[in-house]
């Protein structure tokens, strides 16, 4: 979180007038052009200063700032007014002045909207930032604690400090499966088919040999056999979920498709604390409900 003080793109990115205002005085600067910006009303206010007109040309400036904003994604902005006018004298109140007589202040007005990101794509972003921001937390407690250890001379291990680290291992490798997952796309989904293919042909075999075994072996297989018919089962129907989420555009499609992940993040959670991979089958569930919720709205938006 330290780190985040000075990011000036991250702070524009969470909605901060002053990094966006930084942002567009650094992207501008080569044209002569100072910003200024106030969020009133829903609406971003924007003040563009120039020493001559020419800086001040509005097709290419709107077309700059609307570049700029939409790379940067801010939220809770949508709507900008860009303004401009001959730079003068600092104004606290600049606002008031070019609304009372906005024809005598301003060289031209124009009111742009900023293109949103696609909102399974934004969770997934917002998902991969916190898993960097824990790995970060966790790394500096981890070097934190180090540190008095050595200072102090204590001559014993720490057995938090050692969950920690495998804590920040697990969130490390999380992080580098779902980075991959995001770049790789259609090339990691038809790897993990295969996958699940050989998994369900290797559970079929398990279940004929369990059949053939006494009673007692079939009650000691299982529960190794649910747990792992639960896991293949919800990932093929997050891999479904996921190609046709890039087709649906009507609200029944949404629906059917917010079911598809509830359902994939239900059976995730049937996944027992035993399995070998069932810290993944937690995340899983949490990730699949949430991407449910997200087609879940993209319904509600299809019917309005």
């Not at 109140?93 to 007589?101: G, N, Y």
């Not at 920690?164 to 499966?177: E, N, P, W």
Request: hydrophobic share 40%.
């Amino acid at each position: 979180m330290v780190d985040r003080i000075n990011d000036i793109a991250w702070q524009a990115h969470q909605g901060s007038v002053a990094a966006i205002i930084q942002l567009l005085n650094e992207k501008l600067a080569n044209s002569g052009v100072r910003t200024r910006a106030i969020f009133a009303d829903g609406v971003l206010q924007l003040l563009c200063e120039g020493a001559r007109t020419e800086q001040l040309e509005q097709s290419h400036l709107v077309e700059q700032i609307q570049q700029i904003l939409e790379s940067t994604a801010p939220r809770n902005i949508r709507r900008v007014n860009i303004n401009s006018r001959i730079v003068r004298e600092q104004q606290l109140l600049w606002l008031k002045e070019i609304s009372s007589d906005p024809e005598n202040q301003l060289l031209w007005s124009q009111e742009i909207t900023l293109t949103q990101p696609h909102i399974l794509k934004q969770l997934i972003t917002d998902l991969t930032e916190a898993q960097a921001e824990l790995v970060k937390i966790n790394f500096s407690k981890i070097q934190f604690s180090r540190t008095s250890v050595f200072t102090k001379k204590y001559k014993y291990k720490n057995a938090r400090q050692t969950g920690m680290l495998v804590a920040t291992s697990l969130c490390s490798l999380l992080l580098l499966g779902w980075v991959v997952y995001a770049q790789l796309g259609d090339k990691l989904k038809n790897l993990m088919q295969i996958q699940n293919s050989q998994s369900l042909g290797t559970a079929n075999t398990n279940d004929s040999k369990a059949q053939s075994l006494p009673n007692v072996g079939k009650n000691s297989l299982s529960m190794p056999s649910e747990d792992n018919d639960a896991f293949t089962a919800a990932v093929r129907i997050a891999i479904q979920a996921s190609a046709s989420g890039k087709t649906a555009t009507t609200s029944t499609q949404w629906l059917e498709l917010a079911a598809r992940w509830q359902e994939a993040s239900d059976l995730m959670a049937k996944v027992s604390p035993n399995h070998r991979r069932y810290q993944e089958a937690q995340i899983r569930t949490k990730l699949y409900r949430k991407y449910s919720e997200a087609a879940q709205k993209e319904a509600d938006k299809s019917k309005s």
